[in-house]
């Protein structure tokens, strides 16, 4: 059975390059980075070729990424590392919940939290961030891209209001990271996450922009590894392979691989819209990342069109991977104005560089037949519609 996987948002393929330059670090090249006989002088020297490809990505110093095991600790180092009782933070209600429930926690330690709302299209207002300020806000940590919808924060914006106030600012850039050229000093952050497995690198690990001179508490403690703000062994294979698709997204910028996403993206979505009534983009009006489109499909479950399409070989969400099952409707999409009903009829297909036209035209031969089937059978279609 032919298989389409449309849920890069959730996790994307190992890419094959990334893949070979991984293999000689899990056999020959074994040492651990902080041994000074040859075999820890080669994994070191590794690491440290991945820490520039990063930087690279990023447009810092090596000396200003930090490895970690994945995008959840990168944000809970850069929420946790920089506040204390007494402090405020302000961020925003449709983070991701590595940033959301590090907030909620933050409360418990007598730390005051402001959520900024988002307007209809999913994008925080700088003016009501202005408004937010207070003398002892220590930290504003707003998402760059939200991984339900792909809707792209003004960070620049937000970047420079915090620059003017003195206040650190840390962006999610889990989502953007690879998808749309980063560079932290346009941005003006401080702080800022990625995560390997959503750029083609493998699953538990991803990397904090830390800029020269912001002192964090670290999580954990140990050996002095990433200058002391990060302790444990270093995920030599791992690191390995963020730095290589670190590089292979460079190269993909340089040659528009995140226009013909986006037109494959857009080909998607027209494609379905000209054939579902009553459906529509999540977020449209706002600048989104180029792989992603949030759709909703009034008078049906997401959870039901995920399983009817996964039946048939194509593989979407409901949004966040880890709320996939749960009865809630979306906080992202709920923030944004959405009825509990059509948040949760709410499907998100993500595309990575793997996909072809021919998963769009199989996802296009698919989709509308399945979304009239559903409501051909649903109950509530039928008294909804007879309400409308
Ligand atoms: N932040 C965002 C915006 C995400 O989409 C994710 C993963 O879904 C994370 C953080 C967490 O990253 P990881 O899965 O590497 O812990």
Do not use: W
């Not at 925003?92 to 919940?97: A, C, L, N, R, V």
């Not at 069109?305 to 070989?313: E, H, P, R, T």
Request: hydrophobic residues 40%; proline residues 4%.
């Amino acid at each position: 059975m032919r298989r389409v996987y449309l849920d890069n948002n959730a996790s994307t393929p190992v890419l094959p390059e990334v893949l070979e330059t991984m293999q000689p670090y899990f056999g020959e090249h074994f040492g651990n980075a902080s041994s000074i006989h040859h075999h820890g002088q080669e994994t070191r020297a590794a690491v440290e070729r991945a820490r520039q490809s990063v930087a690279d990505l990023l447009g810092c110093r090596p000396a200003e990424v930090v490895f970690t095991g994945g995008g959840t600790e990168a944000d809970n180092l850069a929420v946790f590392g920089l506040t204390a009782p007494g402090d405020h933070v302000i961020t925003s209600t449709i983070e991701h919940h590595a940033v959301l429930n590090s907030c909620k926690h933050l409360t418990e330690k007598g730390i005051e939290v402001t959520s900024l709302p988002v307007d209809g299209r999913g994008l925080v207002d700088p003016d009501d961030l202005r408004r937010a300020l207070r003398s002892n806000t220590k930290l504003v940590t707003i998402m760059f891209a939200n991984n339900e919808t792909g809707v792209i924060q003004p960070v620049d914006e937000i970047g420079k209001i915090c620059t003017e106030t003195e206040v650190y600012f840390h962006t999610d850039a889990v989502q953007a990271a690879g998808k749309v050229p980063l560079d932290v000093k346009t941005i003006g952050c401080d702080l800022l996450s990625i995560s390997g497995h959503k750029i083609h690198a493998p699953q538990g690990v991803g990397a904090l922009y830390v800029r020269k001179g912001t002192h964090l508490q670290p999580l954990f403690y140990g050996g002095s590894h990433e200058r002391s703000r990060r302790a444990g062994t270093e995920n030599v294979p791992g690191i390995v392979g963020l730095g290589k698709a670190a590089e292979l997204a460079l190269q993909g910028f340089a040659r528009g691989d995140d226009k013909t996403l986006a037109a494959l993206r857009d080909r998607l979505q027209q494609g379905i819209l000209a054939q579902v009534d009553e459906a529509g983009v999540n977020g449209n009006g706002a600048p989104r990342v180029p792989n992603t489109t949030n759709l909703y499909f009034d008078h049906i479950e997401g959870e039901a069109i995920v399983i009817a399409l996964d039946l048939k070989g194509l593989a979407v969400s409901t949004g966040a991977a880890c709320s996939s099952g749960a009865i809630e409707p979306s906080h992202v999409l709920t923030a944004m104005g959405l009825s509990a009903d059509r948040a949760r009829a709410s499907i998100r297909f993500s595309l990575g560089k793997q996909n072809t036209a021919e998963d769009i035209d199989f996802a296009l031969a698919l989709v509308p037949e399945t979304i009239a089937r559903l409501r051909e059978i649903s109950p509530v279609y039928g008294r909804q519609a007879a309400r409308n």
